[in-house]
């Protein structure tokens, strides 16, 4: 008798999991189905194209790809909200560049800032403290902060059928990472709350930090002003190889710096999965970049030339407004 | 009468569970006790200690803490040998040091080289080859070399009370990590195999890495001659920031360059354990450093001043000689 009932039990809970659709905000088409093909192959003993569980690595780029990159990358609108909140311990702000576009926001200058002036701006806003202080400098400052579009807290644009993606391959036995060519630190901050992935799990660009014993004797790192990895391009294999140490099966990205990424993934000899977000819905989210035939960019340049590798690659162009039917969670 | 029997079966396992030493080689004692008395309390829920299992990490220093790193450093002996290996493409060797102390078996030129001979060493015999290439280079050299004294190969070397150590880490819900001033991919060689430790769970020093489409179209890693991280003393705490981003609540260690992954562990607020392995052994294994009132070694020093820190800060010090019954799984 219990064993029948255990069987029915099996039977009907087995067929309730089978019947419930784990990527509810994908339309049915190429992309919903190349996510559950893939997943299907990788897992099956059977399949020549099986993937060890020790082997199931998958890593998602995170600005553009994750969440919202639009109108800035949300860690420029950190850098930006924390240039005016230190201003008034330096005087000498009001006179220098880039500084001075910030305090009287100039949005056509800070729209043009180069690599020089971040790097003078993260040096500024990211360094001279604890990576413990920084973490909680990023988590006052996000519980704070809303998108000017949205009128959300950053943390909630998140894009839903993503999160469904990262839960679905954790569901199957993948190790999930974020690879990002933001600030590893930064991630950390709100990742653990956000998408249940602890430190370990976060790859980024970093800060040189060094270790100090304070006078009470308790030992810190401290962040220096000065650039320790930048996790973009070809960084990314690179930090991929430095902290996995395998290739992913299966890679998410949006933009040319996430290309390298992919093509690290493809070579990986198991089944595997390359896709890219394009944005092209400017009603629900953005619209941006060469490969929409839009002026580019520089947060999140999806180029004319990555839309034709995709193709030419077999990549998957994730298609914001056809692909998708909600993006955020806080859509009804 | 089936719960019964499960009831039965449960009690008889949990109790030959209880009975079943898990630290067999090593003997009653202080280290023994302070082992099984910190995990009892990072496990124990109504501990005051008690730590949750996403955060419970430990990390093992390598050379000299797991395995044998006298009369040299398992990688020094690896360099040397293909030095010797590759001079017939260098003839210019035979008249340039450090290289020429090498093809002439000059050992007491060898005991003193100093870091800028090692890194003309590292930079000749480490790099100009893909990832995957040295991984196979230094396979190849690990199944073929013997140690000079036990005349085993380097990787049954390893210290059988310390593996006990890291199992029953492992078994009580411990993610283990090697943290080790020598190459990460050195280690990432064998560490599958020997501790079944993947290579994300391996941290080094590590080498400048360059990512490259061949003309064939399929990408690689290239070793660059050129110093990364340098994963030793202060780099410890650095790199296990940056690659775990939590702290441990164990580590082990035996000389100075671990100094600084201890303090940082004992700056963790719950359980926690400190230890350093003590070389004082010259009949099973070595003995060496000021620690035993013997000379300085360049290789694995472990001072009088860390002795004098660890008795202070309540480290505990491993003897060797005392504390194991057994070193080597090759002992009878």
Known sequence: MTKKYIFLFLLITGFA??????????????SKKAILEFVRKAT??????????EDRIATFDQDGTLWVEHPLYTQAMFALDRVKKMSSLHPEWKNEEPFKAIL?????AISTFD????????????????????????QEWLAASKHPRFNQPYTKLIYQPMMEVMNYLRNNGFMVYI???????????????????????IIGSSITTKYEN???GIPL?????????????GGKPVAINLIIGKKPSAAFGNSTGDKEMLEWTQANQRSKLMMLVLHD?????????PAMGLPNTSVGTFSAQLLADAKQRNWFVISMKNDWNRIFAFEK
């Open 104 to 108: 009287t926001d100039d949005k056509l």
């Open 221 to 233: 790192l401290m962040r220096l002003p000065k650039v320790f990895f930048i996790c973009n391009y």
């Open 44 to 53: 099956d003993p059977k399949s020549t194209e099986y993937v060890l569980p």
């Open 179 to 201: 690879v990002s060519g933001g600030g590893q630190e930064f991630i950390r901050a709100y990742a653990q709350q956000i998408y249940n992935l602890p430190p370990n799990q």
């Open 17 to 30: 999991w089978t019947q419930e659709d784990q990527l509810p905000s994908w339309r049915e088409g190429d």
């Open 281 to 289: 819905d400017p009603e629900r989210e953005y619209a941006y970049g």
């Open 115 to 138: 690599e020089h002036d971040w790097a003078l701006i993260i040096a500024a806003t990211h360094a001279d403290m604890s990576v413990e202080s920084f973490l909680h400098v990023v």
């Open 214 to 216: 304070q006078p009470n």
